[in-house]
């Protein structure tokens, strides 16, 4: 299984991102994906899911500024961020729901 996540960066508050996640090795279009974060000094959170047929859900933080997307046939997954805060700055990280595969991650950082 590989997990590659890209399109993080340096963004100012409000700004937006949309980050890519490019899975193999598994049978993407059945699993649920979700993305994490990582912020210095803190645990690792969830960020939000999706399911394999598109329903998603979202942590409190994130509800109404983050949206979670997928296309099955180019087993990707997308976290489009828009109104961003300081507070999300963190590392992105995106996994198969269940299991213990990682990438390595996307820094996001939000700074004026």
């Known amino acids: 299984v590989q997990l590659v996540e890209s399109g993080g960066g340096l963004v100012q508050p409000g700004g937006s991102l949309r980050l890519s996640c490019e899975a193999s090795?598994?049978?993407?279009?059945?699993?649920?994906m979700a993305w994490f974060r990582q912020a210095p000094g803190k645990q690792r959170e969830l960020v939000g899911s999706?399911?394999?047929?598109?329903?998603?859900n979202y942590a409190d933080a994130v509800k109404g500024r983050f949206t979670i997307s997928r296309d099955n046939p180019k087993k990707m997954a997308y976290l489009q961020m828009n109104s961003l805060k300081p507070e999300d700055t963190a590392v992105y990280y995106c996994?198969?729901?269940?299991?213990?595969?990682w990438g390595q991650g996307t820094q996001v950082t939000v700074s004026s």
């Open positions: 996994k198969p729901w269940n299991t213990g595969y």
């Open positions: 090795g598994i049978m993407f279009s059945i699993v649920r």
């Open positions: 999706i399911t394999s047929d598109g329903n998603t």
